[in-house]
């Protein structure tokens, strides 16, 4: 027997009051599927603030976790269990311990791409969006940043303070070189590029504008430019193309591509409602840690909400 699969998924959502949350970076018809996409944070707070009891996560582990964190009353389920982040996976919370020790009374900052131990270990939070701000609004002349070195080196640029890096790349980001962003512009001449701050300080030096992925769809709709270059994930051309139908868009190298990110397929959304799996649990007392960073963020960004049940 041949199964429609999308209207599986369609009556396996009714039954498991679920929600499918996709970020970005997603493959296409993930995308489509999905009732919600974004970054992670985001995806995260609007799982936290719908009523549904299931939300499944297509992404990867650390933005599960983040989700998890924020509502610990819900089941979190990531369809593919082993979608990873190597950015996330070059530090443990073993190695912030040891941070801590060598640098003592120093705040460390943790970007969003980190396990949810490292954030338990960590004082302050932040996402590509914010890095600067939440840098910037810290008491302190020094501050440690983690995991990303490159956004670590672009929150450098525009703060009085001293930064301390953690010696971690998003492989994908770190990957494109100068070379990629001059062939690409001597291809579309008149176009507008826009990075990531997860890449190299010398090619966010010759793009335009650096921004978010969520910033990256502003940003495209406000240039007069026809032709807009990503320098980011792929996933996001997907998500522009939708939004702006009057413009060219265009990924800047093929390099552009993560492997874990398009690990999820639509027959791992139908087997994860299915059977309810891979269900991402934090530890209470981890979860509970984890949580104070988040909301330190919260604040400083000026949305002091609490966020209960951890
Ligand atoms: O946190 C996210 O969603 C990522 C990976 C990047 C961003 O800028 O949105």
Redesign the pocket.
Known sequence: MVIDIKKEIKRLKKEKDAVILA???QLKEVQEIADYV??????AKIGKELPNKTIVFC?VRF?AESAAILSPEKKIILPVEDAGCPLADTITARDVKQLKEKYPGIPIVTY??SSADVKAESDYCC???NAVEIVNAINSDTIIFLPDSNLGSFVQMHTEKDIILWDGHCPIHHKVNVEDIIRIKAVYENAFLIC???CRPEVIEICDSV????KMIEEAKKTDKKTIILV??EGMRHRLKKEITDKLIVVASPKLMCTDMKKTKIQHIYEALELEQTEIKIEKEIAEKAIIPLERMLKIMGKKKQFSGV
């Open positions: 970020h970005n970076y974004g970054d992670s944070f985001e995806l992404g933005m969003i791409n996402t590509s969006a990531h701050p997860e921004c978010s992925t969520s980011t994930e």
